[in-house]
């Protein structure tokens, strides 16, 4: 089993749709979250951080629950340049480690 | 800051060739991740340096590979010989570590470099 296992998509929605994607993790000991962007051919950048409590950033919202091992994104209002690929992310600190684990990534786009 | 340099940003090469691949982090950050893509595979790490020291190369594919981070502000990811299967594109990325209980620090990329072996 993967360590973060994401639906590789793609996800095609209208303009203006609302759209959401789900990532679990299997390490329990995690303890950093996070929503990554990365358009074609470029380097992935950070969309968001994800905390316990859920946190929203305008049109987005990231929630996480830990019972369940689960990450979610929600994309309110989707626009064009929302299509990019998003990949969710999970930062264990175990045993002295310290690192970024990706998911493979859910694709989205976004039609006119 | 300029951020993540890494370079070459494309290098095309001959199975057999030895390719250096090569990455500036942030300053002041004190954790190197070098990372390889697919589309098979999405995102593999490779190894990653905490204060220029190797802490953990479990996702290098082989005795091929090798990094190296001579001081706080270089690191390298060497193929040797390489093959055609080390196409992708490799990203470094580093980050600093969060001083504070509940506080995430992300992960910075560079532009990756895009590996090519005919």
């Known amino acids: 089993r993967k360590e973060v296992e994401q639906d590789p998509g793609p996800f095609n929605v209208p303009e203006g749709a609302t759209v959401a994607f789900n990532c679990t993790y299997s390490n329990s000991a995690s303890q950093s979250f996070f929503w990554y962007r990365q358009d074609c051919r470029k380097e992935p950048k950070l969309l968001m951080s994800?905390?316990?409590s859920g946190n929203e950033d305008g049109r987005f919202t990231a929630q996480l629950n830990r019972a369940s091992q689960y990450i979610s994104l929600l994309i309110r209002d989707s626009k064009l340049s929302d299509s990019a690929t998003y990949l969710c992310v999970v930062n264990s600190e175990t045993s002295g480690t310290y690192k970024y684990i990706f998911g493979t990534g859910t694709r989205l786009k976004v039609l006119a | 800051d300029a951020g993540v340099i890494q370079s070459p940003r494309h290098e095309v090469t001959e199975m057999g060739q030895e390719v250096t691949l090569r990455c500036k982090p942030i300053?002041?950050?004190?954790?190197l991740f070098w990372y390889r893509q697919t589309m098979m595979r999405g995102l593999e790490l490779l190894i990653y340096?905490?204060?220029?020291?190797?802490?953990?190369d479990s996702g290098m594919p082989e005795d091929r590979f090798s990094a190296k981070m001579p001081n706080a502000s270089f690191s390298t990811l060497k193929i040797q010989p390489s093959e055609p299967r080390d196409s992708a594109v490799y990203f470094c990325a580093s980050s600093v570590r969060a001083r504070a209980a509940g506080k995430n620090t992300e992960a910075f990329f560079g532009q990756g470099t895009r590996l090519t072996v005919v």
């Open positions: 300053s002041g950050h004190d954790y």
């Open positions: 994800v905390y316990s």
């Open positions: 340096f905490n204060n220029n020291v190797p802490i953990d």
